[in-house]
């Protein structure tokens, strides 16, 4: 069977590029990061592929954003004897195939995808430090009442019982609890 893999970072992102025109048997799609390898549909897919299964991603930064998470689900599938194929840079990974050029192109390819999803995290981490020293960005407003988690709290409930009224989270009971009035 012939399966395909797409994944874009975000719910607006548009998948209709990746893959676009090729005959697949069965198309696993995520809309989330490809920062780790723990995601819905590619989890699906590991269950879902069999011996002599081919797997088409558009290119490498779509099955993973590391190099180590590409070389580990390259060889998963591989120890499953399902081979991976890499349209955009012409790759293909099989269990009975070792070639030492592709073997480069990956490392050299991942190491690149690598470097730009660094380099995009660490952009953002500037432009969100600009933006709080000129007072543009603050970060997620506060949304508990406090006054509630203090009043519970003089009423002798306990930290759990607090948050299982208000509904948030024990942590941030505890953090209000330390906090002036």
């Known amino acids: 069977m012939k399966l395909g893999y797409i994944r874009v970072s975000t719910i ?34 590991k269950d879902y592929a069999r011996e002599g299964d081919t797997i088409l991603v558009h290119d490498i930064s779509r099955l993973a954003r590391n190099i180590s998470d590409l070389i580990e689900l390259i060889k998963f599938f591989n120890n499953k004897l399902v081979s991976i194929q890499f349209v955009k840079e012409n790759l293909i990974f099989s269990h009975d195939s070792s070639n030492p050029i592709n073997n480069l192109m990956l490392a050299l390819l991942g190491a690149v995808y690598q470097f730009e999803r660094e380099m995009i995290l660490e952009r953002q981490k500037e432009g969100i430090a600009k933006a709080k020293l000129e007072g543009k960005y603050k970060g997620k407003p506060n949304t508990i009442d406090r006054q509630s988690v203090w009043d519970l709290l003089d009423q002798g409930l306990s930290i759990r019982k607090v948050a299982k009224n208000l509904g948030i989270s024990p942590v941030s009971v505890q953090k209000i609890k330390f906090e002036q009035k």
Not at 22 to 43: H, M, Q
């Open 12 to 45: 607006d992102q548009n998948t209709a590029r990746q893959l676009d025109g090729l005959e697949l048997d069965k198309v696993f799609e995520d809309k989330c990061s490809g920062s780790n390898s723990d995601r819905p549909a590619l989890n699906l897919l």
